[in-house]
């Protein structure tokens, strides 16, 4: 049997049926048949589900509609219709730590001198502290801190770590910038910082006794810093400036630390003032201590030998009893006095260092440091008119100087001020002063009579120059000029030492014995100064070195031929001030005619005759009219009844 196309294309069978019907299908012309469809009760169940669920999701669709409306309403009152304040308590709360917040501005006035050279300045700092509630394991963080910090004590800083009873405590409150990051970079639970201002003083040791110092909480404990600490506290306070030179202040230091270690001295101190102003140019103590590091500073490196420390002043007081002799009348340059012995009072003995054994004129006293004329001098004056002179020139009240170290002298009551005490003052013990309040004295001795408090103020700007207290009369102080000439330039001065080629130098030296712990003096121990001041034609400044119990050492042997006394030890280094200091101060070295005729004006004889119409006071004639009883009781003599022809004319 063969396939045969069909008409419509589809293969067909002969004789057959249509080949391509679909399977199941009905035949062609076949009944159709009905289909039925049996809907069973689960199937109801689950419609009745979907009917439920649907009413259902609609309901809570609309809930949360109703919902998300009421919190949008409520959101839009209280951000734009009602806003509520902020509360302050949960805003502070919310405030970054301390380490977070920007640097507080500094909140110290700065000290500057009177160049306006920075000495003073508060910067932004750092302080590092813990919790040690929050510290787990205290030796392990104090061991890891130490080594970022070696200064810190590790046991002690245990310790305080260990304390589970504090919430606080400071571990080192003044770390730099490198530190505080290295310890941040540790991650210390329990350990933070704190911004803090940090007072630093640039030039490190020098001045450091002027300027003092300050707490971790930048309160003045020492210095000018405690005496101008409300000034300076306001942060928006001008610089406090100081009468200091920083350069002249270097000078002094190095040459009194010099004089310290070439006499293997206890201390030394120095200062530089104005004959004119009495401002402070230069004080230096030594042993001192760098500025920065006060609170760890030894006590005897803290201590201001200018102002705290009183010491007896040797020879250098006979600048004040020459003085008061000649401003009395009743002394004048040309008397001459017993010098040929020494003196004996109640058991003490008055000698000279070096005795000439003649009647000395008073330049010649002063030259050669005569304690027994000097004795002799004061005796005619007497306790009454001594007393009265040194109160005049400040040495019974403290110096008024801006410093809270500064201490009164010592001396004797008014009831105990006799004979012995009137001669031992003279030549400068029995007394005692700081080198400040010494040397505040002399000023007016030097400058024309006027006495000037000390003060570490620089000048200002439209403010009037201080007004001094006239104590002297001129003619004393141009006497006295002279004769501390003749001190530097005579032969036999005690001076010599003190001399500077071009520069009128004109002084006195001190050499005093140092007072032991029992009262008594010591032994082959002494304390060597030298007051100066230059030019002496017209003083500007005066030059004070103080050198505290020095020693003869094998390297100044050669020199000092084993004694240690002003003119040799504290003179040199006057000098060298002076050489240095000089022309930084504008004040040039004379040479030629002109340093000739400057020292012609201040040459004095050391033994001048009196003027015509006068006698002077020597053998025959010991005692001026007026001189107090103990002049006589020193010579042995009953005083006169009446007074004695006067002084010219006789």
Request: net charge positive.
């Amino acid at each position: 049997m063969s396939d045969i196309p069909a008409p419509n294309g589809l293969p067909t069978r002969l004789g057959g049926r249509h080949a391509a019907r679909r399977k199941g299908a009905p035949e062609q012309d076949a009944t159709p048949r009905m289909e039925h469809v049996r809907v069973t009760a689960p199937d109801l169940a689950g419609r009745a589900a979907m009917v439920v669920l649907r009413s259902r999701a609609k309901w809570g669709g609309l809930a949360f509609s109703l919902l998300f409306a009421l919190l949008a309403g409520k959101l839009v009152l209280a951000t734009v219709i009602a806003p509520l304040k902020p509360n302050k308590a949960a805003i502070a709360a919310l405030q970054p730590p301390p380490a977070s917040v920007t640097p507080p501005l500094p909140t110290r006035a700065e000290i500057t001198d009177r160049n306006g050279v920075i000495l003073a300045v508060s910067l932004p700092g750092a302080a590092v502290y813990a919790d040690p509630q929050q510290i787990a394991h205290p030796r392990r963080v104090a061991s890891a801190i130490t080594r970022l910090i070696p200064a810190l004590d590790q046991a002690r800083l245990v310790h305080k770590l260990s304390d589970q009873t504090k919430q606080f405590v400071y571990i080192d409150r003044t770390i730099t910038a490198a530190q505080e990051l290295a310890i941040n970079r540790l991650g210390i639970p329990g350990v933070n910082f704190q911004n803090t201002p940090h007072r630093h003083y640039p030039e490190g040791d020098l001045a450091a006794h002027i300027l003092g110092g300050v707490t971790p909480d930048q309160r003045g404990i020492a210095g000018v810093e405690a005496y101008f600490d409300q000034r300076l506290a306001q942060s928006q306070a001008t610089p406090l400036q100081l009468s200091i030179d920083i350069g002249a202040e270097g000078i002094v230091r190095k040459e009194i630390l010099r004089a310290m270690r070439d006499y293997n001295a206890k201390g030394a101190c120095g200062i530089v003032i104005s004959a004119r102003s009495g401002r402070i140019l230069a004080m230096a103590s030594v042993p001192d201590f760098n500025a920065n590091q006060l609170g760890t500073a030894p006590a005897d490196a803290r201590f201001n030998r200018c102002v705290s420390g009183d010491y007896e002043p040797g020879s250098v007081f006979k600048l004040m009893t020459l003085s008061m002799a000649l401003n009395s009348g009743k002394i004048h340059p040309w008397d001459r006095f017993d010098t040929t012995h020494p003196l004996h009072v109640a058991g003490f003995t008055v000698t000279d260092f070096e005795p000439v054994h003649t009647w000395l004129a008073v330049p010649h006293i002063l030259a050669v440091s005569s304690n027994i004329g000097a004795s002799r001098i004061a005796t005619i004056l007497g306790p009454r008119i001594q007393r009265a002179w040194l109160r005049k020139l400040g040495f019974f009240k403290k110096p008024p100087v801006q410093l809270p170290e500064a201490q009164p002298a010592i001396y004797h009551r008014k009831a105990d001020w006799k004979l012995l005490t009137t001669m031992t003052v003279s030549f400068g013990n029995g007394i005692a002063m700081s080198p400040l309040q010494l040397i505040s004295a002399v000023v007016p001795v030097v400058n024309g009579g006027t006495y000037y408090p000390p003060t570490l103020l620089a000048a200002q700007p439209g403010v009037p120059a201080p007004v001094g207290v006239r104590v002297m009369k001129r003619s004393t102080s141009l006497t006295m000029r002279q004769m501390m000439r003749n001190v530097v330039v005579a032969p036999d001065g005690t001076g010599v030492y003190a001399r500077v080629p071009g520069y009128l130098v004109g002084g006195k030296t001190g050499t005093a014995q140092v007072v032991g712990r029992n009262g008594r003096y010591r032994q082959h121990l002494n304390n060597a100064s030298f007051m100066a001041s230059f030019p002496m034609n017209n003083p500007r400044y005066v030059v004070y070195v103080l050198v505290l119990q020095p020693h003869a050492t094998p390297k100044m042997m050669p020199f000092c031929h084993g004694f240690t006394t002003g003119g040799y030890v504290a003179a040199p280094a006057v000098a060298r001030i002076i050489a240095r200091i000089g022309p930084m101060l504008g004040i040039m070295p004379l040479s030629g005619t002109a340093l000739a005729n400057a020292q012609a004006k201040l040459s004095i004889p050391l033994d001048p005759s009196p003027p015509h119409g006068y006698w002077a006071l020597g053998p025959g004639h010991p005692f001026p009219p007026g001189a107090s009883k103990y002049a006589y009781q020193l010579a042995g003599e009953k005083p006169p009844k009446a007074k004695v022809a006067t002084r010219a004319g006789g």
